[in-house]
Structures are given as structure tokens and as C-alpha cells.
């Protein structure tokens, strides 16, 4: 960890949210956000303050990673 960073940061209580998570569909999407910083250029991911994979977590756990639900239904008529 960098300049005094704490483990702590990686770590997130629970009982933070109203409505239940799915940690699967969660971790889906913090994965979809790190290879998406993987794909930028090198430049871009030399300004990054962490590598791809920890940005992405910091991300979530700061609440500027949130998840988005697509009904199945509106999944169709986009598809049509």
C-alpha cells in the first residue's frame, strides 16, 4: 500500500446497505471496472493512483462504483 494506506480501505461492513447485495453480481462488477482500467493506455494507467484491480474496489467501497440492474424484460426489447 502506498503513502500510509491502510488495509482497512479493501474492507467493507455489511450492514451498510437498506436492501440486500448480491456479493456475486458485486464482484462481477468490480471485475468488469478493472479490466476496463486494465485496457486503457499506458499512459492513462500510469496516472492511476493504484493498480487496475485495488482502483476498482477503493471504487466500489467509496460508493463511485454502484450497480445497476437490467430487467430481463427490457433486456428483450433492447435485443428486438
Known amino acids: ?3 500510509g494506506e491502510s488495509y482497512l480501505n479493501l474492507l467493507e461492513p455489511h ?22 482500467l486494465y485496457s486503457l493506455e499506458e499512459s492513462a494507467r500510469a496516472r492511476l ?21 437490467v430487467e430481463p424484460e427490457n433486456l428483450e426489447k433492447e435485443n428486438i
Open 15 to 36: 450492514d451498510q446497505y437498506d436492501e440486500k447485495v448480491n456479493l456475486y453480481e458485486k464482484v462481477i462488477v468490480m471485475t468488469k471496472r478493472a479490466k476496463s
Open 49 to 69: 493512483k493504484h493498480k487496475p484491480t485495488y482502483q476498482a474496489i477503493l471504487e466500489s467501497n467509496e460508493g463511485r462504483l454502484t450497480m445497476k440492474r
Open 1 to 3: 500500500m502506498k503513502g
